[in-house]
């Protein structure tokens, strides 16, 4: 068991970890390999360094948390759920910990299709094992085509009468079973509830029940899974970078406000040194 | 404390009622029903203008049904009879007080 799970391993996630390892914190910090960071060509507007690029800030913040004892995985978080401990779930294995820091980073924008956001709750769910339920002998289909994708449909497939997977142009992965469907969506159909998916073809698709699940589990699909609030789909913090959920801190770009790496750092470090806090609470609790 | 609320006690409860009416359709297994559970039962400790409920999905299908549930938790203010706010997933304490002004 791990005191803290990070997830996210850009400025907000290494400086929330290097706040934890120097307080002798057992930490996880787990990453997909990607970052705002690594677009950004030339930083200049940081503290103290006239400038540097993003890829070489990135790799030395992560060779500082590794120095100091974390241990960096690159690997996919797809599941998260809470029970007396966090549980994640990664394309590789299973992790649990007392406390979890979400700084995963700037929020994708959400496939601009017709339909979809009108149609939230409405038979379109981020969330399989939340709402899989109500989608019983029912015709589902999964929208994405990563390991993400495939776990949401490795939930759906033993309820549903029926599980596809949407790729929405991409390749069907090789690791399915499942009737896939790689042609492109035109729009999402339905009014008072999804009937159906319309393709750009001109043919058709009759579901129950779309399961978004594009790419890898960004912050909201992660925020609806646990239950943290969301606004705008920014994650809700307050001053001391404490979500809705005790133990669940956030910081960075998934927080919104100036999307910087001053302001990440900032709030990694209050997260960081708030989770320290947190955990030793509990031991003197127990 | 927030009522529970059944599909015998429903009309009576929630449909009937003066003033607003909250309820929280969950369901033990989801997980980020417990997570709300604790903000429900705040706002029923707090308002005295509302009554707060529950329904349990898994123990009145029906009124899931009726209400076409398909992502838990879910919220919706019933005024005289009609919903008037509804809410999908958790939401903050101050976003369910605004909903029961509605």
Not at chain 1, 84 to 104: P, R
Not at chain 1, 215 to 228: I, Y
């Amino acid at each position: 068991m791990f005191d803290t799970i990070i997830i996210g391993a850009g400025p907000a996630g290494c400086s929330a970890a290097l706040y934890l390892c120097r307080g002798n914190a057992k930490v996880l910090l787990l990453t997909h390999g990607g970052s705002s960071l690594l677009k950004a060509h030339a930083l200049e507007n940081y503290y103290g360094l006239t400038s540097i690029s993003g890829s070489n800030l990135y790799k030395q913040g992560l060779e500082q948390v590794r120095r100091l004892g974390a241990t960096v995985q690159e690997e996919e978080v797809i599941d998260l759920s809470y029970d007396d401990k966090f549980v994640l779930q990664t394309n590789a294995g299973s992790y649990t910990s007392k406390t979890l820091i979400m700084a995963t980073g700037s929020v994708r924008t959400t496939l601009p299709l017709p339909g979809l956001k009108e149609l939230e709750g409405k038979g379109v769910s981020y969330c399989a094992v939340c709402d899989g339920f109500f989608f019983r002998k029912k015709k589902v289909a999964v929208l994405g085509n990563g390991a993400f994708a495939l776990h949401e449909a490795a939930v759906l497939e033993p309820l549903a009468a029926t599980t596809t997977l949407l790729t929405d142009g991409k390749n069907i992965p090789a690791g399915s079973n499942l009737p896939g469907v790689d042609k492109k969506i035109a729009a999402l159909e339905g009014t008072m509830h999804l009937t159906g998916i319309k393709f750009a073809d001109g043919s058709r698709l009759d579901l129950d029940g779309l399961f978004v699940a594009l790419g890898t589990a960004d912050t909201n699909a992660l925020a609806r899974k646990l239950g943290l609030v969301l606004e705008n789909n920014y994650l809700t913090v307050d001053k001391e970078m404490h979500t809705n959920i005790p133990g669940v801190f956030a910081a960075g770009d998934c927080i919104g406000g100036l999307n910087q790496v001053a302001t990440a750092v900032g709030e990694g470090a209050i997260a960081g040194m708030e989770a320290l806090k947190f955990i030793r609470a509990r031991a003197q609790h127990i | 404390m927030s009522l529970q609320v059944t599909e015998a006690t429903f009309q009576q409860e929630v449909l009937a009622a003066q003033g607003p009416v909250l309820v929280d359709f969950w369901a033990p297994w989801c997980g980020p029903c417990r997570m709300l559970g604790p903000v429900i039962e705040e706002v029923a400790g707090e308002v005295k203008d509302a009554k707060i409920c529950k329904v349990n999905v898994d123990e009145n299908p029906d009124l899931a049904g009726k209400y076409q549930i398909n992502a838990i938790p879910a919220l919706m203010v019933f005024k005289g009879g009609k919903v008037v706010a509804s809410a999908m997933g958790v939401q903050s304490k101050s976003t369910i007080l605004e909903m029961l002004k509605k």
